[in-house]
């Protein structure tokens, strides 16, 4: 089969799965390799669509209630260069909107019909919603609205207005007045879609959704108007009445006050604008009116919202308020000062580097060369953050010298942003390493987060660089397999002893860092089974690993692996020497998408088997549909699915993903116990899960396939890639059984 008509044929398997395609179903005919005639119908309504996933090259925006021959045409005639296969569907679980249409079409310039299929349908008045169901596709989409009779809907609604409450002699209403506005479109019209009204002359137009109730004593003008599904909109009419205080002995004015907010010097003066909010309170009759004014001279003007002052200098606001009764309140009087925000930092940091270390005849650096990258700000707002490239990798947060120690060839880019959000021009240093000097360090593990942590205890103490250049942590071993808990501790006390001779920790940190090894049970019953690298950065653990679908995964000289560099499409890399039932899996990820952009990835757990699975003809999606992932995006946009979130399950938001700085390393562990999983970011547990079997997998955009929330007890593990633009690296991948 033509590599085209393989893929459209997979990805019609797809939708079939979602229940977004079916052969044949209501509204629509199955791929042959002649369209049926289609039977006369009323009116044939077609859209086109080609190379772009933003829209449909055509579709109608009318149409009249009754049968219908819809024409969906995506082919070389229409513009598809590309083979890209796409769907028309019309939306039926979306209130707002018609849904007893059931059509979903799936047309690919490679398919049996050429790109060119035809269904018949029965159009009821109102309005359609429909779009392109496959992913990455979500911007095609559009509206049909459908009218009674034979053309377009043209005449505006009809409006009415009700006014009601107790009346006295003059007609005048006696504490509140209750305005009912209804509005009928003609028969054959496309609906109501709007009622609106507005308070005064000038007020604000806002949507109707119950009787308005008028309680201010005072003169009043409410408008109206309405609007049909056409979008034909009424002329706006008005309702004008009178309310009157109710019969009283209040004899007391309003109680008032105010203050004033904004962004400070510490002068006390306000930076470009001061808001002023005023209120009032009155136990008698209530308050009618809040009035202020600007100035000694200003005229008083009705306070309807908080009053924000921009003026540059020193200001007087003036407020009262006046009861129902008419009893009014004293003035009193708000004093403060708005001065100029100073100049806006428009000027990049300016940024230097120094390589330092023994160097040979040639200039090369001896076993290692060490980069310090310094950056000032001249704008006024000052340094924000420093950021280096080494070798073309990802700019990552720079915070101490960089020690090179690769023999080669290296460029080290570097740049500086300000807290204005200048960023400096890159700038690169060139510079050669040559064999000699110290070997790189020999850490026992990869740690390198903020703080020393004990097992799960966190000590609070800094997670410095010691001499040999590897972290506290490194040197503490708190996954490596003690035998006995006195053992572990004997270990810490002869690192600490090491660490406190050479000036690394003190006293106090020195003994902080003993509880929390005391506290953390490292080596007791229970926690005597270790962690086992799964990946350690050997090309021998890499080769363990197996691929499977698109993109790709690419081992680095520095130990990590890094996904979507080569190859684009959505595919996973799978580690199939065992399956695991309850464990603790931790790995170190790094979000390296190009430009500003956030990459998109995730690690499944527990999915059966990918090759030859019967359920399943793409192994890539296997994990997908019958295992669980547990979801890496720090995006602010897009998918609802965030970091540490069970994907179609159970959601964590952004804010409780506990994002970090783009191209640092995130520690990742994720536990399962029975069918209880546990995730933790950086030691932060950020998500729990309870998979209770039988749910209902609930994808974000409808465009992904379903899981079937089996209750498995063990499984695999995977990294998921999602193509070029969704880069990521991980390292230090290990897992132990519970």
Known sequence: MPRGRLLTALLAAVLMMLGLASAPALGQQSAAPKAPAAPAAEQTLTWTAGDPIDRYLSAPKTAVAGPATIVFENSTATGNTTGMPHTLTFVTSDPEFNGDVQLNILASPSDANGGKHTAQVNLTPGRYFYHCTIPGHGMMQGILVVTEGSGEDTTAPQTDVQ??????????????????????????????????????????????????????????????RAADKAGNVAAEKAAQFTVIAPPTDDTTAPDTSATVTGERNPDGTYIDMATVTVSASDTGSGVNTIEYAIGADGAWQPYTAPVMVHQVGAHTVRYRATDKAGNVAAVKSVQFTVVAAPPKDTTAPVTGIAVDGARNSDGAYIGNAKVTVTATDEGGSGVDRIEYSLDGGPYLAYSAPVVVDRAGAHALAYRATDKAGNTAAARTAYFTVVSGGPPPPACAE????????????????????????????????????????????????????????????????????????????????????????????????FAKWQHVGGGSFGLNADGSMTSGTTKGGLGMLWFPQRKYGDFSLRLQWRDDAPGTGNANSGVFVRFPGVLNHPEESRPEWVAIKFGHEVQVLDRPDGDMYKTGSVYGFDRVGLAGAGVTQKGTWNDYEIRVVDQHYSVYRNGVLINEFENSGGQEFVPPRGDDPGTDGRRYASGYIGLQVHGTTDVISYRDIRIKDL
């Open 163 to 224: 006014v009601t409450g107790t009346q006295n002699t003059q007609g005048e209403y006696v504490g509140a007045a209750t305005v009912a506005v209804t509005a009928t479109d003609e028969a054959g019209g496309s609906g109501v879609d709007r009622i609106e009204y507005a308070l005064g002359d000038d007020g604000a137009w806002q949507p109707y959704t119950a009787p308005v109730v008028v309680d201010q004593v005072g003169a009043h003008k409410v408008r109206y």
């Open 446 to 541: 990869y740690d390198e987060r903020l703080t020393v942590i004990v097992g799960t205890v966190d000590s609070g103490v800094p997670n410095r660089l010691t001499q040999n250049r590897c972290r506290i942590n490194e040197l503490i071993e708190d996954e490596k397999q003690w035998t006995s808990h006195a053992l572990f501790l004997k270990h810490v006390k002869t690192v600490l002893d090491k660490l406190r001779r050479d000036g690394v920790i003190d006293t106090r940190e020195y003994n902080t860092i003993t509880r929390a090894a005391k506290q953390s049970g490292i080596g007791t019953p229970g926690q005597t089974t270790g962690y086992r690298p799964l990946f350690d950065g050997t090309a021998g653990s």
